[in-house]
């Protein structure tokens, strides 16, 4: 049985400044640090890790290390797992698109792929790289895997494991740190775990933006 535990990266300085990221290089804020390590020691606590991967941006990279350290397992980067690309809209902040934008940004919640963003990723270019990773890993000799990513790249995941079209993308709510567990065994896909934030139940926590 393969079973692959996704993580999304903790609070990034663009997450607690309500700015949307996409592509944009953010890097933790200190509240992201400590939200990493409680992660780092539930999964150690709670897995037998064997592989970490992770998005080359920087939010989700440190995210890794913390964990890696924790874990004593190399961190893989891989641009296949990086956020969607939201064109115009990286940098903007969500006050400003809810004040000039806002029903379009609702019917992009809604479905993305009928109502995409301007200038956006195409969003079968986002969905085929994450397909792409997705087979790998399922190739892959070891059996626990964790990928540390973005909203949009973990919850684009969980939409290709269990057979389900991308316009579903963000009714799959990711808070930072939140983890899922898809497990595999011969062909039946099973969703173990969906955004569990139980390690941050200690931690004074605050919601941000789904980008």
Known sequence: MKRIILVRHGESEYNAK???QGHIDTDLTPAGIVQARLAAEYLKENFQIDKIYSSDLRRAY??????????????????????????????????HIFQTDYETFQKWLQNPVACPLPSQEEI??????????????????????????????????????????????????????????????????????????????????KENPIM
């Open 18 to 20: 309500r700015i949307v």
């Open 62 to 95: 440190r995210t890794a290390v913390i964990i890696s350290d924790i874990l004593e397992l190399p961190v893989i980067k891989d641009q296949r797992i990086r956020e969607m690309n939201f064109g115009q809209w990286e940098g903007r902040t969500y006050e």
């Open 124 to 205: 079968s270019q986002f969905e085929n790289r994450l397909k792409s990773f997705y087979q790998d890993i399922l190739e892959e000799e070891v059996e626990n895997i964790l990928v540390v990513g973005h909203g949009g790249s973990i919850q684009g995941l969980l939409c290709i494991a269990c057979g389900m079209g991308m316009e579903n993308l963000w009714a799959l709510k990711h808070s930072n740190t939140g983890i899922s567990v898809i497990e595999v065994a011969n062909t039946a896909v099973s969703i173990k775990m969906i955004n569990s934030t139980s390690h941050l139940d200690s931690y004074k926590q």
